[in-house]
């Protein structure tokens, strides 16, 4: 008798056990071929129209007299929204990066943007203490600065190489163990805000026109996606606040060096050129091979 | 001074031929004609495309009914045109997930005009565009407008009475047509036929 029941409890485990795997397959159900790159769309929601992954693989950030080439890919990655008279809003990615923070290289390192020979006594002591140590290296980070429903993409001005395609609010993260964690150029109450186009821009002085490209597009999936290549985004009519933040303790030292150093960084003075290859898929059409593949 | 005349008969014989040069190449500029006589006045071509389809990588568009309406007339020589009208139905995408929804041609009338490219008789059709809305859940161009612009060239049959449009024959009359900002192919085979004055009689581009 014991025996039996302890059959029967057994096979019920098990029973249960193997609902619960079939659950949590059926949880992850998974995307497959074209549609991998959408996995942190947030497709799930049926407001989400379409589904965006952009890698940005070159191109260079102007800020003032500093020219950060891109070196390291960036991603940008979510869901669009209905569009409403042509734009449309964004949703950001489901694991929470939107926009991948890849740090670029700064040319110079740290004596580009602090040199020693215009710094005070104290400065010029610490910055030989970082070049001594080979800490001299400095990154460029674009982080997004407000959340991801301030993104705007406008698919029509994308294609028709004319008007905003992408606004992206950003902030430019510079790291080094020497400028502490919170040096920053932008923030979420005073970012920078790039309107870029695949069209010619408008720049006030001393920047001059430039010309973006929508690039070649291929329909994959049967429509169902449009893979752009050779897309090249510009924008420089655009402003950037001072730098906040840099030096930690010495920030009030370190911070008018850098600044000093960035120069004029008003609109006219500062370019974004993002050479990127673009997905776009369909929101439905991402459910949909998400349900087929459980 | 014997020498200066000499120079001066010389520069005048080349122009001469200069010019003798330019109007062959005028005269030989290609005119409509009917029953090999020279279009006098007006004549309107009226007819449907047997066969017309458009295609951006990855996703083709056909149109089963194609129409179009082109007057055509010859000016100083050369045969000159101007397509009035263009309706588009039954369009339909090679893409299970596409639909056409709306298609349309714009900003009409488009001008044209008869060139010879190498020893093949041309019909340039310049300022097209063609606003086409896709549909379907599934299909990505939902949404968005695709705009078909440009000239495209399209050679002339005088046996079989048709304009050619393709990749050879846009590529041989130095045109293009564009959407979503990059060079597409479109392909179509049109009758011309009159279909006022001139009706049943033999059209021919020469």
Not at chain 1, 91 to 109: C, D, F, H, Y
Not at chain 2, 118 to 127: L, R, S
């Amino acid at each position: 008798m014991q025996m039996h029941r302890t059959r029967v409890v057994a096979t019920a485990f098990f029973a249960l056990t193997l609902a619960a795997l079939a659950l949590a397959g059926s949880a992850q159900a998974k995307l497959v071929g074209n549609y991998t790159k959408f996995a942190q769309c947030p497709y799930a929601s049926l407001e989400v129209k379409k589904c965006i992954y952009s890698t940005t693989e070159s191109g260079e950030v102007v800020l003032g007299s500093k020219k950060v080439p891109i070196e390291k890919p960036v991603v940008l990655q979510g869901g669009t929204l209905k569009a409403v008279e042509g734009n449309a809003g964004f949703v950001g990615a489901t694991n929470g990066i939107t926009l991948s923070k890849a740090p670029q290289n700064v040319p110079g390192g740290l004596l580009g943007i602090v040199p020693e020979a215009s710094s005070p006594a104290l400065v010029k002591t610490l910055i030989k203490f970082f070049l001594e140590n080979s800490l001299t290296g400095v990154n460029s980070t674009l982080e997004l600065a407000e959340p991801a429903s301030e993104i705007v993409v406008s698919e029509n001005n994308l294609a028709a190489e004319t008007g905003v395609a992408l606004k992206l609010p950003v902030k430019v993260h510079l790291e080094n163990p020497f400028l502490g964690k919170s040096c920053f150029v932008g923030s979420s109450t005073s970012p920078i805000i790039w309107n870029l186009t695949t069209g010619e821009t408008s720049p006030p002085a001393p920047n001059t026109k430039i010309k973006g490209k929508a690039g070649f597009i291929e329909f994959l999936e049967e429509g169902r996606i449009a893979l752009t290549k050779e897309n090249v985004l510009v924008d420089n009519a655009w402003s950037a606040p001072a730098p906040t933040g840099c030096g930690g303790i010495l920030s009030f030292l370190v911070t008018p060096i850098i600044k000093a150093q960035l120069g004029t960084t008003t609109a006219g003075h500062n370019t974004a050129i993002l050479k990127n290859t673009l997905y776009i898929a369909s929101g439905a059409a991402v459910r949909k091979n998400n349900e087929e593949n459980p | 001074m014997r020498t200066k005349s000499t120079a001066i008969s010389a520069a005048l014989a080349a122009l001469v031929v200069l010019c003798a040069m330019f109007a062959t190449t005028a005269s030989a500029a290609p005119a409509w004609k009917f029953e090999t006589k020279s279009l006098e006045g007006t004549e309107v071509i009226l007819g449907g495309a047997i066969e017309s389809s458009m295609t951006v990588p990855g996703l083709t568009t056909k149109c089963e009914d194609f129409l179009y309406k082109l007057t055509i007339e010859n000016a100083s020589g050369t045969g000159k045109g101007s397509l009035t009208e263009m309706p588009l139905y039954n369009c339909t995408t090679n893409s299970k997930a596409c639909t056409v929804g709306t298609i349309g041609a714009e900003k009409l009338p488009w001008a044209s005009h008869l060139a010879t490219f190498g020893t093949t008789n041309y019909i340039v059709i310049e300022g097209v565009k063609v606003a086409i809305y896709y549909e379907g859940e599934e299909c990505v161009l939902g949404e968005t407008l695709v705009t078909v612009t440009g000239s495209a060239g399209g050679s002339i049959d005088n046996t079989a009475e048709t304009a050619t449009f393709n990749a050879s024959t846009l590529s041989a009359s130095k045109t293009e047509l564009k959407a979503l900002s990059q060079k597409i192919e479109w392909n179509g085979l049109f009758p011309t036929e009159a279909f006022q004055w001139h009706r049943e009689q033999a059209l021919s581009v020469s």
